[in-house]
């Protein structure tokens, strides 16, 4: 199945929209012939990034949202629906990264990453829910990683919640499926988005558009987890094979990311 006959006429909401990967999955579902609801929290940003996809005319909206506030993740889903008339696609895309030794962290950090990358998505899912179920059919997309699929050294926070993630998804895929409505989960290895701060990003990155590509290739064929990229492919075969060696190349990679970023 091509995107655009999965897509066309298909009302669709991204979190995480005003840039990186969120930004790239506008743009593609609207190429498709979807409508988007663009949310973001960083309300300026959205603005700006919503200018530029102007052309799609009324197909285009947007909303500041916040996605650790469950009230306002409930009104974006209903606001959606109500203006849409229905609710296709809802992708939890909104996350944030945290990469530091154990001995560094706080209860702070640990209430950041999860209440973005894991309470986002379930409040994502809590409010999309009942509309899909009353409509028979919807598709649920959340954004982990594939640190949600193997360890990720001084990475325990953001590796829990998107491990998590991967979790819910799978469970609810298989739940929800015999009443026509799908779930995927998307694991991407590098993307050359904010997310890296102050980390260098690596040659093989994929751009956002790539990625964007990859991910709607794998929504359209409504696969349950869609990994993006070869590197973390790779990675993810490797560490099923040989987990041992695998974790100290994960170990040596990130010191040399921390040693990057400590340089700059």
């Given at each position: 199945m091509n995107h655009e006959s999965y897509f066309a006429n298909k009302s669709a909401i991204v979190t995480g929209a005003a840039s990186g990967i969120g930004l790239a999955l506008c743009e593609a579902l609207l190429e498709a012939g979807a409508s988007?609801?663009?949310a973001d929290r960083n309300e300026a940003l959205l603005v700006e990034s919503a200018a530029g996809l102007a052309a799609y005319g009324e197909r285009v909206t947007t909303a500041a949202v916040d996605v650790t506030r469950q009230e306002e993740v409930a009104a974006l889903v209903q606001n959606a629906a109500a203006s849409c008339g229905r609710l296709d696609l809802l992708f939890n895309n909104a996350g944030v990264t945290w990469l530091g030794p154990a001995d560094d962290l706080t209860l702070d950090i640990w209430r950041r990453v999860i209440?973005?990358?894991?309470?986002?998505?379930?409040?994502g899912v809590d409010a999309a829910l009942p509309i899909m179920l009353?409509?028979?059919?919807?598709?649920?997309v959340n954004t982990a990683s594939v640190w949600g699929l193997v360890p990720s050294v001084n990475g325990a926070p953001?590796?829990?919640?998107?491990h998590a993630v991967v979790g819910l998804s799978e469970s609810l895929r298989l739940e929800l499926a015999p009443?026509?409505?799908a779930v995927?989960?998307?694991c991407p290895g590098a993307v050359a988005t904010p997310i890296f701060g102050d980390v260098d990003i690596?040659?093989?990155a994929l751009t956002p558009r790539q990625a964007a590509k990859v991910i709607l290739g794998g929504v359209a064929r409504q696969e349950g987890i869609i990994v993006v990229g070869d590197d973390a492919a790779n990675l993810l075969q490797y560490y099923r094979?040989?987990?041992?060696a695998c974790g100290q190349i994960l170990r040596d990679m990130t010191q040399a990311q921390m040693d990057s970023a400590k340089s700059k």
């Open positions: 988007v609801t663009m209440d973005i990358d894991l309470w986002g998505v379930i409040y009353r409509q028979g059919s919807g598709h649920i953001y590796a829990a919640a998107k009443g026509g409505i995927s989960v998307v690596p040659p093989d094979a040989e987990p041992e």
